[in-house]
């Protein structure tokens, strides 16, 4: 495991940086040697589904954040309705975002976007379970639910998956109402500790029929995750 130095490289990345800092700053970023090893290999611009846990509205910018200091800058698939959100919605409206119309006619266009995306070369960014699961407090907690998201991503693009790990976010900002909106105001002087990881890339498998393809793929997704996520020990990594 590699930690990974934080460089500003231009003007644009500027609105990141000051959510970054407005979050506290207190950020590592670390990649495995297995993906270390697979970005000097690789001599073509292909793409890449970066697949992470969810536990806060903050998750996005953290990774989006991460990921740009690894030289990715990935679309964000997030249900459409966030686009509506008070106090979110200019995020989800000017960022690199692709909104999923869940039960409609329309949710087939978010994966055939972010389908096209990931043949051109780009990285797509899935939250795998779906949504935020609800739980009290303010640690980390290893995912339950598993979508069949970036199973079914790259049975379609054949593209590599990244595990990623994010931990921390809920620290800034969790919960409901007053108190949620107090971390978030303090977080710039409290500098709660944050920390997202990079695994190493999970290839395609050829597999038929298909159907039975993407249920494998996604239990083998959640086995090398679950794996991941116990070498890491996120209580050690996050106080």
């Not at 990345?13 to 800092?21: A, N, R, S």
């Not at 159907?211 to 070498?231: F, P, V």
């Amino acid at each position: 495991m590699k930690e990974i130095k934080k460089t500003f490289k231009g003007i644009k990345q500027l609105p990141i940086w000051i959510v970054h800092f407005l979050m506290g700053g207190n950020l590592t970023i670390t990649i495995s040697e297995e993906l270390e090893t697979y970005l000097e290999m690789s001599h073509k611009k292909e793409g890449m589904i970066l697949a992470i846990n969810h536990s806060s509205y903050l998750d996005p910018p953290t990774v989006k954040f991460a990921s740009m200091c690894l030289g990715f800058y990935p679309k964000f698939m997030a249900k459409a309705s966030l686009w509506t959100h008070p106090l979110l919605w200019w995020i989800f409206r000017y960022g690199n975002y692709i909104p999923v119309r869940r039960d409609s006619p329309q949710a087939k266009d978010a994966l055939q976007n972010a389908c096209d995306h990931l043949k051109s070369g780009g990285t797509i960014a899935i939250y795998f379970e779906g949504g935020i699961p609800e739980w009290d407090g303010i640690e980390d907690r290893k995912p339950k639910n598993w979508k069949t998201g970036p199973a079914r991503l790259q049975n379609e693009t054949r593209a590599v998956i990244i595990p990623v790990i994010q931990l921390g976010s809920r620290q800034v900002m969790s919960g409901r109402g007053v108190k949620s909106l107090l971390r978030v105001a303090t977080a710039w002087f409290r500098r709660p500790r944050r920390h997202v990881h990079f695994g190493p890339p999970i290839k395609p498998v050829q597999q038929y029929p298909i159907s039975d393809s993407i249920k494998r793929d996604t239990k083998r997704l959640q086995s090398i995750y679950e794996a991941l996520w116990d070498d890491l020990n996120p209580e050690s990594l996050i106080k």
